[in-house]
Structure formats: structure tokens, C-alpha cells
């Protein structure tokens, strides 16, 4: 997938275009990942990672997530560098497997910190004692937790 300026001509009218040089906007971009932009690869991206929607089948009906989530800050993960608006993986962990089952193209609104990767990538392997700890408090609301990446 190639961004050009061809497809940026296609792009220029759409609300949240940046001001700026094309030879700039594609230097910033790491199609189809990343582009600085309005992503024209979306659309692709899914098809080839995601699942398709199939609306007679799906059965995707999950109440929200409404409990506080407090998760410490001293974790080796966490402390391996610094950005002041990072938040705990594990915290975000909580959201990722009470929204999504493994596999599910997971949506990063935390703006940078990298920690949205870290928690999608952990609940493929979390540690024992924050996996034993999640599965008591679903148990307990008589849900289970489908762990995988």
C-alpha cells in the first residue's frame, strides 16, 4: 500500500486533512498503519486483518464495562519508560478482554503511549498473578475470560 500524491488529491477535502507539504504528510506516514492523514487504507486493512461483519450470524451484544478500574503504576512494563499521559496495560487490559475476543481489531484512543499494543499483546500472555486475579472477580459475576492476543 502506497501513499502518493495522487491518493492525497482524493483525500484533501475531507474534514481533518493537515495543512501542509504533500512530500511532508507522506514522509510522517507508515501506510497502512499509520498515515497523517485520513487513512485511505482502512477499508483494506480490515478485510485483510479483521473479520468481516456478518449481521445474520453476529451475536455481539456486550453490556458496558461498569466497574472502577484502578490498576498500580509500579509495574516493570510500565516503568520501562516514561510519557506522562501512559496508562497502565493492565488497566486497559480490562477494556480489551471485556470488549473483544481474541483476534478483534482493537481501536488505541490513548494517543501514543504505545500501552494500547502492550495490553492487546498481554492478553495473549498475561502474568499468573494478574490472570488468576482477573478470572476470581469474573467468576464471581459468573463470567469467564477468553485470554489470547
Known sequence: MKLDKETLDKLRNIEGFPIGKDEDIIKLSDPPYYTACPNP?????????????????????????????SEGKNDPIYNAHSYHTKVPHKA?????????????????????????????????????????????????????IEWGA
Open 41 to 69: 487504507f482502512i477499508n483494506e486493512f480490515i478485510e485483510k486483518y479483521g473479520k468481516p461483519y456478518d449481521e445474520e450470524n453476529d451475536d455481539y451484544n456486550v453490556e458496558p464495562y461498569a466497574a472502577d478500574v
Open 92 to 144: 486497559i487490559m480490562r477494556y480489551i478482554l471485556h470488549y473483544t475476543k481474541p483476534g478483534d481489531i482493537v481501536f488505541d484512543g490513548f494517543c501514543g503511549t504505545g500501552m494500547t499494543g502492550v495490553a492487546a499483546g498481554m492478553c495473549g500472555r498475561p502474568d499468573k498473578e494478574f490472570k488468576l486475579k482477573l478470572e476470581n472477580e469474573a467468576k464471581k459475576e459468573g463470567k469467564k
